[in-house]
């Protein structure tokens, strides 16, 4: 009974992680920091009226944070709007809505003369995602239903699925530089996945044949 509860709670867990930070196509932590650290702030010498110039630590970034209401600071974690969510990173596809098969092609064909295949990587990406998307809503649908060999398939596949799209952003994306891109949503929704295989099987394994 209380594997049949987790699985649920995951499942839900699983889903409402969908709006989490995923990814950051820029140098998230490490090129934040250096704007805040050459964030310059003007200071007048009362002495000789000379115009000086002040530079933010980290700390005085930190503290400015600190004071703001804590369920803002909760919401702006949750929610960044400087990263990607699995629903951003499936909107990918919507570039493409447009384009006609020639210009589609011609467009493949022109990224792999620079040798960087991000429209290829970025399409894969997208597809992943949003099959991710849509599992993860079969999945919450499986629990209720207390179908758990397909639960079990359906969390298995998005593994693959996530695996995929980590293949995309690290060996393929050009703008990817450094792991702090890849943000928690990734990594909690991905140790979700591997739970839910544990114990959609460990469920499996105690009906009885």
Not at 100 to 124: Q, W
Not at 171 to 194: A, N
Request: aromatic content about 14%; proline content about 2%; charged content about 25%.
């Amino acid at each position: 009974m209380k594997s049949i509860s987790l699985l649920r709670v995951l499942s839900l867990l699983g889903f409402l992680l969908l709006i989490a930070p995923f990814y950051d196509q820029c140098n998230g932590k490490g090129m934040k920091y250096k704007k805040a650290e050459k964030a310059e702030v003007s200071a007048i010498d009362a002495k000789d009226s000379i115009p000086v110039q002040k530079t933010a630590t980290k700390e005085e970034v930190a503290l400015n944070l600190e004071k703001e209401p804590f369920f803002t600071r909760a919401y702006e974690f949750i929610d960044d709007e400087e990263t990607q969510n699995a629903y951003e990173l499936a909107e990918f596809l919507t570039v493409y809505s447009d384009m006609t098969y020639a210009d589609f092609k011609s467009e493949i064909a022109e990224d792999f003369k620079k040798n960087k295949h991000d429209c290829i990587s970025y399409l894969v990406r997208s597809i992943a995602f949003l099959l991710i998307i849509i599992i993860t809503l079969l999945q919450l649908i499986s629990s209720i239903l207390k179908n758990y060999k397909r639960l079990y398939q359906l969390s298995t596949f998005n593994i693959g699925l996530l695996f995929i799209a980590t293949i995309c952003i690290v060996f393929f994306d050009s703008l990817f530089e450094t792991y702090r891109q890849i943000k928690w949503g990734f990594y909690v929704f991905l140790f979700v996945q591997i739970i839910m295989v544990y114990f959609s099987k460990k469920q499996l394994r105690s009906i009885p044949n």
